[in-house]
């Protein structure tokens, strides 16, 4: 097995803890912190990484659960019997489909992001919003919201086993299945959407396959097909090209999977993989060893997903400074942590959910196949704005917080309430410069054990309103 | 929350909080315009801008995901076009004919109409050697300007601000986008990305706090580990001084009738608006999107089409009533085209070179550049070859219309196109 440097127990601190759970989280609650913090990095690690990947399917929203042809077609019926229907009531039928998909849309929404706020797994939920980015599928597309969710579902039961097996349950989903066409590709004329981004965007990145592969690969893609009543992947031998491909060096009667595992054969799938994970974790700055530190450890273990991840947790350069507190937070992790470090008893997940929408991003619908483009592009100089307004709505929200929360061991003097804030929104002491503004701010206010609620509102706004409160 | 901002609230902000910090030696001068602005804005009570009154304004309009050039500009009578497009050829039936051998998509009559007026230039075959047919690449390709061989992350639009605009207000280069485009990052950090002016506006309770956070961002050069905090300084400085440069210049302007009610209707609306109203900006950055039609292309092109024609026709009305049509030009373009044949969704992949669209300026109108053959043995991978590379476009819109040094930008002299 690989050696990785790891950061030595000896240094393991505060400030490192409450990074890991920021990042293999959205971030720690109070309690948790001082936990974490108490472990080992390999305790704490193993923390994040140890949960049952395949329960949740049976704990999504009710609706899931209802007849699933109704989530293509308008109570239960059949195509032949709605096609027959006269046009107006067809039409209506539709109306009514879509106004229900909209509303699951928006109940799936609210649903995860409750659970990223409140689940014992924290990671299962990251990881699952890291495989929505980069099997960027979105319901625009797609249009209903079953198969969205159903895929979901998929990044967790897979999300933390084998890449190989993810890639491949992936390229059978059907939400993708219809997003990138391949539902609709024939061996006629085969089409290429999928085969390109399957390579370009998931396994390879571009510059590392011809567009003869391309053509070659969407050949064999064909057949990969959906039953769209049932939502579910079928094979179709006659929409399927049999003839020989040639394919990066290879040549066969190739299927998809032979395709898949053609692609995964080559050393720079390995090193893609390790890139992409790094960025989303740990920072847009990848260093040449870490690349090469987590590429051996995902061929040594065959695209072991849990391994590579501890491996990149216990990581000493995910620890080092240029890391800790330099990347931006992309809204749902924005929302999600204030939440979190509120400790609010009933995160809002619709108003979240709204909150994450208007700050550019909309789960279930990414902008395109490239899934979100994180750090800086989620700064504009509106929606910094908005971030501030939004950040101003969830504190002053009924029942956002609770005054008797913040200083349990009794009112602190102002630099002490100074220290335990930043310790509580930060986690991290942070410059002179924010420290002198801090103690300036809190200057003009009674002395905290006055505090009334307005006060905190008052204090809670500085630390969020914050070029400083965008990162993590 | 207040909509309107206040203009005391500002200039406490700006006060106490970038010159109050000590730092005014390293402000930048668009912060120094800005104080003398407000102070005069404080005795006289209307907004005068420093500069940009008369300066060329460039609008830079995305057709985001590959637009089918052969169905947009569509070649009437070509064997090689019927043949490779069975069931989506079926457009030439109801094109509106131009000149040659010609016409546009039956949805563009607004375009047409504009073409008829001398309003709009069509250059054809527009593309780069060794096409990337990533919509990702090929769109940085057409941002920086650079060749499909190098990466170089620069936009050509932020070296034009380097170039050109050194020391103006943020709102120099503004888009209206989720995210800033390519196109404008460069060493000046230039540009302003909003969606929509509502959402973009600060209350008072922020700007109180605002000096603290904000001082440093002007200050020496920060170590890198710094750089996304310093980013984020900026942005909220940029941020409130262009905040209210916009709500001002919106508060003087009426929204102007016949726009359509799309996203890119709305938009040029938008944009005709901060014309009208004196805004500085220089650059604007559009995107419509849609345009990635690998399924089911005909409907959903048509009225992409239609959006495309309606809000373009709106626009340069506007602009006539405006008397702006010269002091204003728009680029249209694609990151490419689609493929010569259909393919078995009836729809396109992904192809190569495609007309651009240039309206307004004082070009020649018409056409401009050559079609690109469609018979199969002139096509590469299936896809027509560029006649005409969209660094030449670029040359031409810089020199003539921005009267900027082409060269100094695009790192390279390229021919200009004769219109």
Same mark, same amino acid.
């Given at each position: 097995m690989a050696r990785i440097p790891t950061l030595p127990k000896r240094k393991w601190s505060r400030i490192h803890a409450a990074h890991l759970a920021a990042r293999a989280g959205f971030g720690p609650t109070p309690s948790q912190l001082t936990r974490l913090e108490t472990m080992t990095p390999e305790e704490a690690v193993a923390y994040f990484l140890t949960y049952p990947a395949e329960t949740t399917r049976n704990q999504a929203p009710d609706w899931f659960y209802h007849d699933q042809a109704s989530h293509r077609l308008p109570n239960g019926l059949d195509r032949a019997t709605f096609r027959k229907l006269p046009e107006e009531e067809r039409r209506m039928m539709r109306q009514k489909q879509q106004r229900e998909d909209r509303k699951n849309l928006r109940s799936a929404q609210a649903w995860w992001l409750e659970r990223m706020v409140n689940s014992d797994h924290p990671l299962e939920e990251k990881l699952t919003l890291f495989w929505h980015g980069h099997f960027a599928t979105s319901s625009q597309k797609v249009r209903a919201a079953y198969p969205m969710l159903s895929q979901n579902l998929t990044f967790r039961e897979q999300g933390i086993g084998s890449f190989a097996m993810l890639v491949e349950a992936v390229s059978k989903d059907p939400a993708m299945l219809l997003f990138l066409d391949n539902a609709r590709s024939n061996r006629r004329k085969p089409n290429e959407n999928y085969a390109r981004e399957l390579m370009e965007l998931f396994t390879l990145g571009e510059g590392h396959y011809t567009e003869d592969d391309i053509r070659n690969a969407a050949r064999a893609l064909t057949g990969w097909s959906m039953n769209a009543t049932k939502w579910e992947f079928q094979l179709r031998p006659f929409l399927h090209d049999k003839g020989t491909k040639r394919f990066m060096g290879e040549s066969g009667r190739f299927d998809g999977s032979d395709i898949i595992s053609i692609i995964l054969k080559r050393p720079r799938a390995s090193e893609f993989l390790a890139e992409r994970l790094w960025r989303f974790? *740990? @920072? !847009?700055?990848?260093p040449r060893g870490v690349v090469s530190d987590l590429s051996k450890v995902l061929q040594q273990s065959d695209f072991d997903l849990k391994q590579a991840l501890r491996a990149l947790f216990l990581h000493e350069d995910f620890y080092h400074e240029n890391v800790i507190r330099t990347q931006i937070k992309g809204p749902v992790q924005l929302v999600t942590h204030l939440c979190r470090t509120l400790n609010s008893r009933t995160p809002p997940g619709q108003r979240m959910a709204q909150a994450c929408n208007q700050l550019g991003q909309i789960l279930f619908a990414p902008p395109s196949v490239k899934g979100w483009d994180g750090g800086a592009a989620w700064i504009t100089a509106s929606t910094l704005a908005m971030r501030y307004q939004i950040a101003e709505r969830l504190v002053k929200m009924r029942g956002s917080f609770q005054t008797d929360h913040f200083f349990p061991d009794g009112a602190p003097d102002r630099k002490e309430a100074r220290i335990q804030l930043f310790d509580r929104f930060y986690h991290h002491p942070l410059g002179k410069k924010e420290q002198a503004h801090m103690d300036q701010v809190l200057a003009g206010? &009674? &002395? &905290?054990? !006055?505090?009334q609620r307005a006060q905190y509102i008052t204090v809670l706004l500085h630390l969020v309103q914050q070029p400083q409160f965008q990162l993590t | 929350m207040s909509t309107q901002p206040d203009l005391m609230t500002r200039r406490r902000f700006l006060r106490t909080g970038v010159v109050g910090g000590a730092l005014a030696a390293t402000l930048p001068s668009f912060l120094d315009q800005t104080l003398l602005k407000l102070e005069a804005a404080e005795t006289s009570r209307s907004v005068q801008r420093p500069h940009g009154k008369d300066a060329p304004i460039l609008i830079l309009l995305q057709l985001a995901g590959g637009n089918d050039g052969l169905n947009t500009l569509i070649p009437l009578g070509n064997d090689d076009y019927r043949r490779a497009r069975p069931r989506l050829g079926a457009v030439e039936g109801k094109a509106l004919k131009l000149e040659g051998d010609l016409g546009f998509h039956e949805n563009l009559d607004g375009l047409k109409a504009l073409y008829d007026d001398g309003l709009l230039s069509i250059v054809q075959g527009v593309g780069y050697p060794n096409p990337n047919r990533s919509h990702f690449r090929s769109t940085e390709i057409w941002h920086t300007? @650079? &060749? *499909? @061989?190098e990466k170089g992350s620069d936009g050509w639009v932020g070296r034009f601000f380097d170039n050109q605009c050194q020391g103006m207000a943020p709102e120099t280069g503004i888009s209206l986008t989720n995210a800033p485009p390519q196109a404008f990052q460069g060493p000046s950090s230039l540009g302003i990305t909003f969606r929509n002016p509502n959402q973009f506006t600060f209350d008072d309770e922020i700007d109180m706090m605002a000096g603290a956070s904000v001082g440093p961002a002007t200050g020496r050069v920060r170590e890198q580990k710094d750089a996304p905090l310093h980013f984020l300084e900026r942005t909220h400085l940029d941020a409130h001084v262009s905040s209210d440069h916009l709500h001002d210049t919106l508060k003087k302007t009426k929204a102007p009738p016949g726009f359509p009610k799309t996203r890119l209707g709305r938009d040029l609306e938008l944009v005709s608006r901060l014309i009208a109203g004196g805004m500085s900006t220089r650059i604007y950055y559009l995107s419509q999107g849609g345009f990635d039609t690998h399924a089911n292309q005909m409907g959903s092109h048509a009225r992409l089409m239609r959006e495309l024609g309606d809000a373009q026709k709106a626009f340069w009305t506007e602009m006539k009533r405006q008397r702006n049509t010269e002091r204003v030009r728009m680029l249209v373009f694609s990151e490419f085209g689609r493929r010569v044949a259909e393919n078995g969704s009836q729809g396109t992949d992904h192809g190569a070179a495609a007309p651009v669209f240039i309206l307004g300026g004082k070009g020649k109108a018409g056409l401009h550049g050559e079609m690109p053959s469609l018979a199969p043995n002139d096509l590469h991978r299936g896809d027509v070859k560029h006649s005409t590379d969209f660094r030449q476009v670029y040359a031409t819109l810089l020199e003539q219309h921005l009267k900027a040094p082409s060269s100094a930008i695009l790192g390279k002299r390229w021919d200009r196109l004769r219109m």
């Open positions: 974790f *740990a @920072s !847009e700055t990848v206010l &009674p &002395p &905290p054990d !006055e505090w | 300007g @650079s &060749p *499909a @061989s």
